[in-house]
């Protein structure tokens, strides 16, 4: 029990961290502090529901844990807008704007909305598959496992949330 | 009632209550020249003689003597007498289905009377008043007093304390003697808070009612003033009148069905929030003696029940009422012999409503409780759904279904034949009385002492008296059900917690963690102790492993130190304090379990892990996942700590379920920690996993780790053995290999099945 190892959160400072592509197009990572670089390597979020600005995970390349930025706005201009763009890249979860329809046909329903990234019909099965995040943020996993959300069920138009009230 | 017994004596009348019974007067008669009445402790009868037969005998004390007396008729010497000095020894013997009283004098031992089961509380109560009485004369008498768990009440049947009666299972109340008005009083108090409502609705229902019973008033005048004397005018009044009636009817309808389901709900909203409060509070021994498919099915159908009836029935039934006694009150005014012809059904109905409904509510009472056991086998295989597949059970479990679904359908359907034989019948009692409007009034009518007009008043008046009558019938049928529903919800709020705070409880901020067991009993049920005699003195930061056959009591003693039980006798101790004087949550803040079966809620991942600190950071929250070797394996999820696991976390393998819980008591960080066999049923490297994990959380903390793995107790700084309730050795590991007791053979058995497997 002596030699116990007690694991730490390996926290990454914000301010002593570069995140770039480089020539290659690759995503990199330098420590200003250790002057330690790496190459390819990978991010994720570690709640990439509730907690999407802070708590990045980055990995080498092997996908061994690199350590963890505990927030994507305290980095600097340059590594903030590198990060945001690869973990768009990584999650995506277009945002509905309009719900047209929601039709119920064999135990599953068709919605048909409008999402910021254009019009989008999909299946959905199950209570399981809406989920909601926050008090009015709606996370939706169609029959494939695509997800949409809604941000603010509150703030939809009134018909979208007339036609949403009948699958929630 | 007492024969005889001076209540000033010194004697403790509350020890003797109940135990001084009517003697029959023969037998009174008899004794008297006998028996001092005036020193009269005991005074009880058997069930049984003493040779086996149905029957009474006495058993009476008094100061100084023990007399038992026969009661049968002709027998020639009913009385046996002993002094209470000759006694040496009294005992009460527990044997099946019957129990004696022995009592042994100098020169030999003997039964003096025998009785049921039925009886034996009033005996053993006696005998304890007896032994202080044998003492008090004879100080030296081996009163080798029953053992400890007879000492306590017996597991008996429930009986409702008004009539005797034997309740139905799984409830509390006799569906023969409760007070209905009672019921409903408590009920309507769920309708206080919203007065303005209740009042709103009750206004909107009167005016629903008086707007309905208009078009019929009309009728009057129309047929005897307006079309008799050929009025056109009128007669487009009338009309305007009657569009109106029936206009305002519609909207105080619409508005009243608005409000009224408004109050419903509200009403719902406050017994459903109150019996889930009240459901937190109750103590762990409520539940061990109910299935959750039949609580679940109180909370939610049973509230139903009564919101509906709270909300809509009551008023209905006020209505109804007022709608009756308007309609007699025209009617009567209008002319006072045929109004009361009207009304003649009415004595007839109100009598055979009330004998069906005395049937009907037993009836329901049945069927709530069958509906529930249905519930409750749902509750029961469908989280065991694996288990009844792999056995390959299906069909079983189908029968078992059906079986208690077909008396389901058994019990709804006499309530249905016996609604549908009374409500019919009640019916045409009403019709014959329209029958008998049409006869009297249509001859009057023909006479000319009533007007066209009067007759057809009477003839539309008389069908919506009986409309009120036949509602408040079949709905006095439904508040049958409400009655049943609400006694079971208020079953469950009138129930007690057993654990409940000292009256002026030790609040702590951080305990020591040292605990002491001082002479622990424990049981269940009075009549098998599970714990005998614990003591145990662990010092704060120790880790103890607690080892035994399963039965042996060790997760017993766990759940006497978490407080979900109070020791029968003995005392435990917290850094020296009675654990009863602590105030429960801040002590329980202090202790954290993991099971062999970790439960994880329908909840994300973070919640889970954050269950015993919900205002944990999220920094806080992946720290603990790392020490419980739990972040790797999380990350790997898409959603990572934001994954909602399924029901009692469906998704996670076994030993990832563990490490989970593992990270839930590292992070709320407990003086005291629980760990029950948590490393059984994982692979190696898991195992490893885990063992880490448990080797960080322990440091520095009292623990108490249930292991049937011995290798896995290497660690501990003594091992507790159990066997049968008691500690049998204490000690570490190499002491107890040493010593070459249970321990031992424990270790021996099982790296020989260790041998073996590896073979």
């Keep these: 029990m002596d030699n116990m190892i007690f694991p730490e959160l390996k926290k990454i400072p914000e301010d002593q961290v570069r995140i770039y592509k480089d020539d290659r197009n690759r995503l990199c990572m330098r420590r200003l502090d250790t002057g330690e670089e790496y190459r390819r390597i990978q991010l994720s979020l570690v709640f990439p529901l509730t907690a999407r600005r802070s708590f990045v995970r980055v990995c080498d390349s092997e996908e061994n844990e690199i350590g963890l930025i505990g927030s994507i706005d305290a980095l600097d201009e340059e590594s903030k807008r590198t990060v945001e763009k690869e973990l768009e890249r990584v999650y995506f979860i277009p945002k509905i704007v309009k719900v047209k329809s929601i039709e119920e046909k064999f135990g599953s329903r068709t919605w048909n909305v409008e999402t910021e990234r254009g019009p989008r019909v999909f299946d959905v099965q199950g209570r399981e598959s809406l989920r909601f995040i926050a008090p009015s943020h709606l996370l939706v996993k169609d029959i494939d496992g695509n997800r949409y959300e809604i941000p603010s069920v509150t703030n939809l138009d009134p018909s979208s949330r007339r036609v949403l009230e009948t699958a929630i | ?759």
């Excluded at chain 2, 009163?143 to 304390?161: F, H, I, M, Q, Y």
């Excluded at chain 2, 019929?216 to 008799?228: G, S």
């Design chain 2, 1 to 759: 009632m007492s024969p005889g017994g001076d209540e000033t004596h010194s004697w403790n009348s509350w020890a003797t209550k109940g135990l001084i019974l009517n003697l029959p007067v023969e037998l009174r008669t008899q004794l008297e020249r006998v028996v001092d009445f005036g020193k009269l402790r005991v005074c009880i009868p058997s069930d049984l003689s003493l040779d086996g037969t149905y029957g009474q005998s006495w058993l009476l004390v008094t100061d100084t003597h023990l007399y038992v007396a026969d009661a049968k008729k002709g027998t020639k010497n009913p009385v046996y007498t002993v002094p209470l000095a000759d006694i040496e020894g009294l005992k009460l013997r527990h044997f099946y289905g019957n129990a004696l009283v022995e009592v042994s004098t100098t020169t030999k031992t003997f039964d003096i009377i025998r009785f049921t089961n039925t009886r034996s509380e009033d005996f053993l109560r006696a005998v304890k008043v007896i032994s202080e009485l044998i003492k008090s004369v004879r100080p030296d008498a081996d009163l080798g007093d029953t053992d400890r768990a007879d000492a306590e009440k017996r597991p008996r049947v429930n009986r409702c304390p008004k009539c005797g009666k034997v309740l139905p299972p799984e409830m509390r109340i006799c569906p023969e003697c409760i007070d209905k008005r009672e019921t409903f009083v408590r009920l309507i108090q769920y309708v206080k808070p919203y007065p303005k409502l209740w009042v709103l609705t009750l206004l909107l229902s009167l005016a629903a009612t008086v707007t309905s019973l208009l078009p019929a008033y009309l009728q009057r005048p129309f047929i005897d003033n307006a079309l008799a004397d050929r009025d056109w005018g009128l007669i487009k009044l009338m009309v305007v009148l009657l569009v109106l009636a029936h206009g305002l009817n519609a909207l105080f309808n619409g508005l009243r069905g608005y409000y009224l389901g408004m109050l419903g709900q509200k009403v719902l909203f406050d017994i459903r929030r109150e019996v889930y409060n009240h459901l937190q509070t109750l103590s762990a021994s409520f539940y061990d003696k109910r299935q959750t498919g039949a609580i679940m099915s109180r909370v939610i159908g049973d509230v139903n029940q009564l919101s509906h009836f709270v909300s809509a029935g009551l008023q209905d039934v006020i209505i109804q009422l007022l709608t009756a006694i308007v309609i007699a009150v025209i009617l009567l005014q209008q002319d006072w012999a045929l109004g009361l012809m009207a009304l003649s059904p009415l004595p007839i109905i109100a009598v055979a409503t009330v004998a069906a409904n005395k049937s009907l509510r037993k009836i329901w009472h049945v069927v709530a409780r069958r509906g529930s056991e249905l519930n409750a086998i749902l509750g029961d295989t469908l989280p065991g759904i694996k288990v009844v597949k792999a056995f390959g059970r299906e069909e079983d479990e189908v029968d078992r279904f059906v079986a208690k679904q077909s008396e389901l359908y058994q019990s709804t359907m006499s309530a249905v034949m016996l609604s549908n034989k009374v409500y019919p019948a009640i019916g045409f009692t009403m019709a014959l009385g329209a029958a008998l409007i049409w006869l009297v009034g249509g001859y009057r009518a023909l006479q000319g002492s009533i007007t066209v007009g009067t007759f057809v008043l009477f003839n539309g008046y008389v069908w919506r008296l009986f409309q009120p009558m036949q509602m408040i019938s079949q709905l006095s049928g439904q508040l049958q059900q409400v009655a049943t529903s609400a006694e079971r919800i208020f079953e469950i709020l009138d129930t007690q917690p057993e654990i409940v705070d000292d009256a002026h409880p030790v609040q702590v901020q951080q305990i020591r963690g040292d605990i002491k067991f001082e002479h622990v009993y424990f049981s269940y049920e009075p009549d098998e102790p599970i714990l005998k005699d614990i003591c145990l003195d662990i010092k704060a930061g120790e880790m103890i492993g607690l080892v035994g056959a399963s039965g042996s009591g060790k997760t017993t003693l766990i759940n006497l130190l978490c407080r979900f039980y109070d020791p029968t006798s003995g005392d435990i101790k917290i850094d020296g304090v009675p654990i009863q004087k602590l105030q429960i949550k801040s002590y329980r803040d202090q202790i954290a379990v993991v099971l062999q079966e970790p439960f994880l809620f329908h909840a994300t991942i973070a919640e889970n892990i954050a269950y015993g600190k919900p205002d944990a950071t999220r920094e806080e929250i992946i720290w603990a996942a790392k020490m419980a070797n739990a972040h790797d394996f999380i990350v790997q999820f898409p959603e990572a700590y934001d994954t909602k696991l399924g029901e009692r976390g469906t998704g996670l393998s076994g030993g990832q379920k563990q490490r989970i819980s593992i990270a839930r008591a590292i992070l709320r960080n407990p003086r005291i920690l629980i760990l029950d066999e948590a490393t059984s049923a994982v692979d190696t490297e898991t195992e490893r996993l885990i063992q880490e994990a448990i080797d960080r959380l322990i440091k520095g903390r009292t623990t108490i780790a249930i292991a049937h793995r011995l290798s896995t107790l290497k660690n501990a700084d003594r091992i507790v053995v159990m066997e049968d309730g008691r500690i049998v050795e204490v000690g570490t590991h190499e002491e107890l290999l040493a010593r070459d007791g249970v321990f031992s053979r424990l270790v021996k058995m099982q790296s020989e099945i260790a041998k073996r497997v590896v073979v």
